[in-house]
C-alpha cells in the first residue's frame, strides 16, 4: 500500500465522530469506506438496532478462506481530536490506533486478495467499544459469518501476537431493605449492609488477584449506588461487579458463585447479569497461526512474541465456534487518550506481513 494513501483515507476516517451509538456518524463513515472499495466486490450493510455492520468480499457468502474483523466506532472525545495531525512518522487522533489505522489497510487486501484469487472478507462493525452485542455478535451469531481463520488487529501491542485474551462477565446485585430515620436504625433494614458483607467475602477470594498481572480470575468494583440522605436507612441500594476471566473459568461457575454467597446472606438480595463475553483461546502450534506469525516475522525482521492480552474485543463473540483468531497490530500507542497515535511505516510493514499471509493461506 502507498504511503501517502493510507495516510489520506486514515486522516479521513479518524474526521469522522464515530463514536459508539452515533449511528448517523456511523453510517457516513461507512458510506466513505464503501466508496473507497475496488470495483467488483461483494459488499452487504446490515443494521441491527443501534448498530451496524459492513461485510465486503471477493467471494458471495460468508464463509471465506480469510476473515478481517474491524470496528471503526471509537470512544468519545474532544472535537480537536477528531482533527488528524502527521507528526514524522505517527498519525495523531482519536481511533488512529483504536483501530482505524485497520480499515485503509483491510481495504487493500481485498484489491490485492480480489488480483489474487484469495477468498478475503472485511467486516466493519459499529458498536465495539460499548460490548459489540448488536454488531459482532449479531455478526456471529445471526448473520453466521463463519471465515477459516479470522485476522482481528485489534491487540497485540509491540508486536507480540496474542494467543488468548480473557472474558468478561458483569454482575449487578440489588439490595432491597425498609427506610427508617437514622436515630433509629432498628426500625428499618439497611439495603447497604447486606452488600458489603457480600463484597468483603469476594474480596476475601479475589482481591489478591487483582493486585499484580496475571492470568487469574479478577474482579473489580465497578460501581456503588444508594442512600438519598445520611440521616436516612437506605431501602435500595445497588453493586456493579467486573469480573475478567481465563479460558479455565466460566462465566456460568463466576454468576453461581454470587448467587449462591448472595442466597446465604440475604433473601433481599437479587443478582442479575450486565455484560458477558466469551474468553478467547487460540493454539499458537496450528499450522494457520505459524504462517501467520512467520510472515510477520519475516517484514518486521524481529522474533515475534507470543503473549495474552487482558482486553475484551469483538472477537470475543466468535470463541464458541473455534475460528483461529489472528490478533496482532502495528506499533501504536495512547489509547483513548488525548495523544493517541499510530506509526505509519509500521502499519506499512504489517500490511506487507498480511500480504504475505494471505497468499500462504490461499
Not at 41 to 51: C, E, L, T
Request: charged share 25%; proline share 4%; aromatic share 8%.
Amino acid at each position: 500500500m502507498e504511503k501517502q494513501q493510507f495516510i489520506d483515507q486514515l486522516k479521513k476516517l479518524i474526521s469522522f465522530k464515530t463514536v459508539s451509538g452515533d449511528i448517523e456518524e456511523n453510517s457516513k463513515a461507512l458510506d466513505f469506506v464503501e466508496s473507497i472499495l475496488p470495483k467488483s466486490i461483494f459488499v452487504k450493510r446490515v443494521k441491527n438496532k443501534n448498530a451496524e455492520v459492513l461485510i465486503a468480499s471477493t467471494v458471495k457468502g460468508l464463509k471465506p478462506k480469510i476473515g478481517y474483523l474491524v470496528h471503526i466506532d471509537v470512544v468519545s472525545g474532544d472535537a480537536e481530536l477528531f482533527n488528524p495531525k502527521v507528526s514524522g512518522d505517527k498519525v495523531y487522533g482519536r481511533g488512529s490506533s483504536d483501530m482505524k489505522f485497520s480499515i485503509p489497510l483491510g481495504v487493500y487486501l481485498l484489491k490485492f486478495a480480489k488480483e489474487n484469487n484469495i477468498e478475503f472478507s472485511l467486516a466493519i462493525t459499529t458498536d465495539e467499544e460499548i460490548g459489540g452485542y448488536e454488531g459482532g455478535m449479531y455478526l456471529a451469531k445471526n448473520l453466521k459469518f463463519r471465515p477459516s481463520c479470522l485476522i482481528v488487529p485489534d491487540g497485540g501491542d509491540n508486536l507480540n501476537f496474542v494467543n488468548k485474551s480473557k472474558g468478561v462477565c458483569q454482575i449487578i446485585v440489588e439490595s432491597k431493605g425498609a427506610t427508617a430515620h437514622a436515630s433509629r436504625p432498628w426500625a428499618g433494614f439497611n439495603a447497604i449492609n447486606p452488600l458489603i458483607i457480600l463484597t468483603n467475602q469476594l474480596i476475601k477470594k479475589y482481591g489478591k488477584n487483582s493486585n499484580k498481572p496475571n492470568w487469574k480470575t479478577t474482579m473489580n468494583i465497578g460501581a456503588i449506588e444508594g442512600g438519598k440522605s445520611v440521616n436516612q436507612v437506605c431501602n435500595n441500594a445497588t453493586i456493579k461487579f467486573d469480573f475478567r476471566y481465563p479460558e479455565s473459568d466460566s462465566s456460568e461457575r463466576i454468576v453461581n458463585e454470587v448467587k449462591n454467597i448472595a442466597k446465604k446472606i440475604s433473601g433481599n438480595l437479587i443478582v442479575t447479569t450486565a455484560s458477558v463475553g466469551m474468553p478467547t483461546f487460540t493454539n499458537s502450534k496450528l499450522p494457520v497461526v505459524q504462517k501467520f506469525i512467520s510472515s510477520m516475522k519475516d517484514v518486521y525482521k524481529k522474533e515475534i512474541i507470543i503473549k495474552e492480552t487482558y482486553v475484551a474485543s469483538d472477537a470475543r463473540h466468535f470463541s464458541e465456534f473455534n475460528i483461529p483468531i489472528l490478533m496482532m497490530k502495528p506499533i501504536a500507542g495512547e489509547m483513548h487518550s488525548e495523544n493517541e497515535w499510530v506509526s505509519v511505516t509500521s502499519a506499512l510493514t504489517f500490511c506487507r506481513g498480511l500480504e504475505r499471509f494471505l497468499k500462504l493461506y490461499k
